[in-house]
């Protein structure tokens, strides 16, 4: 039988984590190409407990059909998150609870991306974005990042010369390197965007992971009217309860919920009421602390392991938060390879290229410090080290396969 698929399914590209994973997942592999959190931090007998009560004690409420825009309780707890944490006024009605942040990054694409369409993303970007917004078959333009965020002449370029219909970013401890924004860029950034006609797409799904550097404004605090914000329960609670937002001006918002309708009415409110009641239960500061404690540790000990295993030249961010760090090798180095040459040592990293929406990246690659114990991130990145000694003297370069 000859299947004719719709043509975006050809543009779209498998997730090559999940190729990766199925590797990787082998017991006697230390891996640091997943993106998974930590899962002795998931706070499973609460859980286990607020979900009995939210059964016994909602009923009928928790298992019915229920509203697209979400619980509202939920809604108002995360608009006074914001209002807390970030000093931002968002009105609940500004905010819809959906499947995890990663189908928000969906309706987004369904709301503002034509075939063809112009989308820019940071240079490397979010895999799982470039995935998502893959299937409405944009163009995508590559903003490079540098230490401090996206290059703003980069990008003052492509607003200007290609009048994108969004930029989308993640300025707080980046997945895939790690970087956060600086303030100075994010202001450069602001004044860039409002500028033009784009609509900047702010992805926080690691804002509430911050173990230094200072807390920033959000981008959307500069552009109330501009920005599309998305968050996330996964890296705070636990990733399988599949909960996350989107928050956007109402104009924005009303073709979100018509997205949303047509994709799955509503997300699941189950789900939607154990978290609010766990909210409201527990002290989720005292919990991010915990986590951000337990991470900021093996983020420690990943970059101690890699100043003291891995050879001159190989340079790594020093992120202020989340999950992952991002090494580049010298320029004429593959990461593909290195990864070859790393799985037989029974290690495994994630290679950089399929982050770059446009091409290119060869020579980096992204290693998480969330999932691994202690031990485990000295010796895989001892044994990364000498893997990476010998690719580096054997002198070995970039090949094409
Ligand atoms: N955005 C970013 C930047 C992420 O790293 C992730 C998870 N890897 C997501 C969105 C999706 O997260 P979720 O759907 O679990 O909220």
């Known amino acids: 039988m000859q299947y004719t698929f719709a043509s975006r399914m050809g543009k779209t590209p498998r997730s090559f984590i999940r190729e990766i994973l199925k590797v990787t997942e ?7 190409a997943g993106g998974l959190p930590s899962p002795a931090l998931f706070p499973v007998e609460r859980l286990a407990e607020t979900a009995k009560a939210v059964i016994m ?32 006024d968002v009105s609940p009605d500004e905010i819809l609870i959906t499947n995890g942040s990663q189908q928000s990054l969906d309706l987004i694409g369904k709301v503002f991306i034509d075939p063809g369409s112009r989308v820019a993303i940071e240079r490397p970007g979010y895999l799982g974005a470039i995935q998502a917004f893959s299937l409405f078959e944009p163009e995508f333009l590559g903003v490079p990042l540098t230490e401090e965020g996206p290059d703003p002449a980069v990008l003052h370029a492509v607003l200007t010369d290609e009048n994108p219909r969004i930029f989308y970013g993640v300025p707080n401890s980046q997945n895939p390197s790690g970087i956060t924004w600086s303030i100075e860029n994010r202001h450069r950034i602001a004044e860039e965007i409002q500028r033009s006609e784009t ?7 690691y804002g509430e992971l911050r173990f230094s550097g200072d807390q920033m404004p959000a981008m959307r605090s500069f552009l109330p009217d501009q920005t599309v ?10 990733p399988g309860m599949r909960m996350g937002w989107i928050c956007a001006p109402h104009e924005i918002m009303e073709q979100i919920i018509t997205a949303k309708q047509g994709t799955d009415l509503h997300s699941n409110i189950l789900s939607q009421r154990i978290i609010a009641r766990f909210l409201a239960d527990y002290s989720i500061d005292e919990h991010i602390s915990k986590i951000t404690d337990a991470y900021a540790h093996q983020r420690d000990c990943m970059l101690a392991a890699i100043k003291e295993h891995f050879p001159e030249g190989v340079t790594c961010t020093r992120p202020e938060g989340g ?59 001892s044994r990364l080290g000498k893997v990476l000694h010998q690719y580096l003297l054997a002198g070995t370069t970039v090949t094409n396969n």
């Open 199 to 205: 609509i900047l797409i702010e992805d926080d799904a």
């Open 26 to 32: 082998r017991p006697e592999i230390i891996s640091f």
């Open 229 to 238: 914000m998305t968050g996330s329960f996964s890296k705070i609670i636990a």
């Open 323 to 381: 999950m992952f760090l991002w090494v580049t090798l010298p320029d004429r180095y593959s990461s593909t390879e290195l990864f070859k040459r790393a799985l037989a040592e029974n290690v495994a990293i994630l290679p950089g290229v399929p982050f770059y929406a446009d091409g290119g990246g060869e020579s980096t690659m992204r290693l998480n410090f969330s999932n691994a114990s202690e031990e485990q991130i000295w010796e895989g990145i």
């Open 57 to 88: 004690e909602d009923g009928p409420a928790a298992l019915q059909y229920a509203t697209t825009e979400g619980h509202l309780p939920l809604r108002e707890w995360i608009a006074e998150r914001y209002h807390s944490r970030l000093g931002m």
